[in-house]
């Protein structure tokens, strides 16, 4: 440009914001891919290790007792949940209780969210308890007329139960993993080598 040149900044739409809770499966970076999908701004507070009861290492909070902060405060227009893979130590009705009091508090407090539950996320074919977690997380959220995305049944359900897709299969399949594969499912290409946090090709499955 020219020394009397004028610029004009250009004019572009305002995204809607969207936060993003969860675990290090949230906190790993799937949130921005699903925002540049979606055309959405983004703010990802998920933390590693945490999760509805689960508080997490050094001095790490749970979803509920972080949300005023992460997810209230900013004021999003959408919210997304993750959550349950942390939690599978314990009862799954105390996990439930905390999932239906953070489901509650969000609701009250952003009246005019869209929130969106993401269930249990497992990095390889998902035992019985596991499903029985995230069956009992389903349940929660709909009780909360919330949205359910099932990552272990391949289910996506709307708010009112209505069934966008159904049976599809477990995300995540197979015993293996990257650098250790087992050509039993297609954890040998979407779980990363820690045997728990999904790849980037993974983190592009997940968003997609």
């Known amino acids: 440009i020219k020394r009397t040149d004028t610029v004009f900044p250009v004019g572009l739409p ?8 969860g675990s290090s499966i949230t906190e790993g970076g799937y949130p921005w891919l699903i925002s540049q999908i979606l055309g959405l701004n983004d703010i990802n507070v998920g933390v590693g290790s945490t999760g509805y ?6 001095n790490r909070l749970k979803y ?3 949300a005023d902060h992460d997810i209230i405060k900013p004021n999003p227009e959408v919210v997304f949940i993750e959550g349950g893979i942390n939690d599978s130590g314990h009862p799954i009705p105390d996990v439930v209780r905390e999932a239906d009091r953070l489901y509650k508090h969000i609701k009250s407090n952003l009246p005019n969210a869209k929130i969106v539950v ?4 497992w990095p390889r074919t998902p035992s019985e308890s596991v499903l029985n977690m995230n069956k009992a997380l389903r349940e929660c959220a709909l009780a909360n007329s919330i949205p ?3 990552l272990l049944k391949g289910d996506t ?9 159904e049976g599809t299969g477990s995300f995540i399949s197979g015993t293996g993993k990257d650098g ?8 040998d290409i979407y779980t990363s080598s820690d045997s728990t946090h999904p ?3 993974g983190k592009v499955y997940l968003a997609t």
């Open 118 to 121: 993401i269930g249990m996320y």
């Open 199 to 201: 790849t980037e090709s």
């Open 53 to 58: 009861l689960e508080p997490g290492l050094n």
């Open 148 to 150: 359910f995305i099932d």
């Open 180 to 187: 250790s594969l087992r050509n039993d499912g297609n954890a």
């Open 14 to 21: 305002e995204l809607p914001l969207a936060c993003f809770t």
């Open 64 to 66: 509920i007792d972080r």
């Open 157 to 165: 359900v709307l708010s009112n139960g209505t069934l966008v897709t």
